[in-house]
């Protein structure tokens, strides 16, 4: 029988995968912001493409002369939002069956070349408690300290 840690580690997986997935398994590194605070659930995801660090809408931005373009649609990408959201949700309800803190947070990172991933999680409130910040406020913060920081 499959324990806790296995299924979390799948649901993490899962939400890698179909981040790879959106760009055709060409990226450098991979990352996922997941959210589940109160009644909100949210995602977001950008990648590390050619040294240059890009949210998911703006793949194409990265590529050099004569790479394949991504199929960056808005479609595919509340696609890829819809999933991760979908795997928020399966986590919670795990980590409810198992008696276990839900993750107010989670920052994914998946270093395509070495296949290191790496994961922090967060179990206090993050913008519920605040007036002005959001999941999406939060989110581009991360993207801006990943940038900024090269993580």
Same mark, same amino acid.
């Given at each position: 029988m499959k324990e806790f840690e296995d299924l979390f580690s799948e649901l993490q997986a899962d939400m890698i995968s179909i981040c790879m997935e959106y760009v055709e398994d060409r990226a450098d590194k991979v990352y996922v912001y997941a959210s589940c605070e109160g009644n909100i659930i949210s995602s977001k995801f950008f990648y590390l493409i050619n040294n240059q660090y890009v949210k998911s809408h703006q793949v194409n931005d @990265?590529?050099?002369? #004569?790479?394949?373009?991504?199929? @960056?649609?808005?479609?595919? #990408?509340?696609?890829?939002?819809?999933?991760?959201?979908?795997?928020?949700?399966k986590i919670e @309800?795990?980590?409810?069956?198992?008696?276990?803190?839900?993750?107010?947070?989670?920052?994914?990172?998946?270093?395509?070349?070495? #296949?290191?991933?790496? @994961?922090?999680?967060?179990?206090?409130?993050?913008?519920t408690n605040d007036d002005s910040k959001t999941s999406n406020y939060i989110a581009n913060e991360w993207y801006e300290e990943v940038k900024n920081n090269k993580l």
């Open positions: @990265a590529l050099e002369d #004569g790479e394949e373009r991504y199929d @960056a649609s808005p479609q595919r #990408g509340f696609m890829v939002l819809d999933i991760l959201n979908e795997d928020i949700e @309800a795990l980590c409810e069956e198992y008696k276990r803190d839900v993750p107010t947070e989670m920052k994914l990172i998946y270093d395509v070349k070495s #296949g290191h991933f790496k @994961a922090e999680y967060n179990y206090e409130l993050v913008y």
